[in-house]
């Protein structure tokens, strides 16, 4: 008897995705783009603290971490933010450890977000926001970033209608790809909206030790446990590998949302992570944070180059691992990258794929090996009649 072949259609949320970064890359011949040995990528985030195998690890070191270890870390993590912020936690019930940001935006999402319920995300950004709204089957709505507002978040849509029934707002700070960073001042207004309107604040806080000062947290201003909780990877945090693994502070009822949900979606820690960011928190800033720090300075004297060859105008803050950039009479993003890849072999990513407001721009990431940013001033240099960025091709 022959059997019938079933068709089963994704759910509907999956349809409401939003495109992938990398979508946005140039079209031709996209699946071996990263392959090709001359290709110079200044597009992609590479973590560039590499895992070393600790000739020390026991084979307990690739068990699950006991409660006790992850409670000696939230310890740690309370001193931590007591000495860099002056803000003082309840290390049980006002951090929680668990899976990389991406995840735990995941888990916030399926924790607070029912089907229809509105959650405010940033145009302009990544689109991580709107994926973690979409697969929890709520409805992302857009406040403004641009240079219209000066790269500062316009949140007047929360005085609106839509303010009554929005459940969370999602910001980044500093903001990806501007570097932008809110104040201590601008913390008290939205504090004061978040309540009126009871709206949870989410601070994505991956890129806060980059800068090398003292960035203003959420929590640090007054009634910000309140309202709201910040999220921390402890690679980007503490100069660690790219171990999958962050935590969260804050609101001592959404960390309780957050613990709850990871009983049934538990993140795998091994017990090695939790020895080597207890190690990396002591001894904050380490020398691999602060070499990263020189290490990105070095590779913007190459970008500052490299964007007066292509008369490429710097915009954004220097607080982030990423430059932005604004194209000659604002001309198409993709269009210029385009160009950038098909005469010189140079990957960037187009504004326009972290959202209509980057129209215009460019992002540069800071992550690549240093000889990449002295390649790409001297391809450049060479063909530099054939890169006209704000021509249309």
Known sequence: MPIKKIIIDKAH????????????????????????????????????IKMEIDKDLSEKSFLPASPQRIAQLQ???????????????????????GANISRMLLNLSLAYIDKGDIAFVPELGIPLYKTATAISGGQPVEYEISERTNWQPDFNKLNSRLGYVARILFLNNPHNPTGVELSSKDFENLIWVA????????????????????????????????VGIEL???????????????????????????????KINKPFIYDFCIERALKAVRS???????????????????????????????SGFDT?????????????????????????????????????????????????????????????QKKLKFLKLDKEE
């Open 195 to 226: 309540s009126r309107e009871n709206i949870l604040i989410v601070v994505d806080a991956a890129y806060q030790a980059f800068s090398g000062r003292k960035n203003s947290s959420l929590l640090s201003v007054k009634n910000g446990k309140v």
């Open 284 to 314: 904050f800033p380490n020398e691999e944070i602060k070499s990263l720090r020189n290490n990105f300075s070095q590779k913007k004297s190459y970008l500052t180059e490299l964007q007066e060859l292509l008369s490429l105008e710097k």
């Open 13 to 48: 949320r999956l349809y409401q995705l939003p495109p992938a970064i990398n979508s946005f890359s140039p079209k031709s011949k996209k699946s071996n783009l990263l392959k090709k040995t001359n290709l110079i990528d200044l597009a992609t985030f590479n973590w560039q």
């Open 320 to 380: 982030i691992p990423f430059v932005w950039t604004k194209i000659k009479k604002r001309s198409r993003s993709v269009n210029a990258a385009n160009i950038l890849y098909r005469r010189s072999k140079i990957l960037v990513t187009p504004g326009k794929a972290l959202g209509d407001c980057g129209e215009g721009f460019l992002r540069f990431s800071l992550t690549s090996p240093v000889e990449s940013y002295k390649s790409a001033c001297d391809r450049v």
């Open 232 to 262: 921390y990877s402890f690679a980007y945090q503490f100069g660690l590998p790219s171990l999958p693994f962050g935590f969260a502070v804050g609101n001592k009822e959404i960390i309780n949302g957050l613990n709850t949900l990871s």
């Open 75 to 97: 310890e740690e993590l309370a001193n931590w933010f007591l000495t860099f912020h002056g803000v003082k936690l309840n290390p049980y019930k006002e951090i929680y450890i």
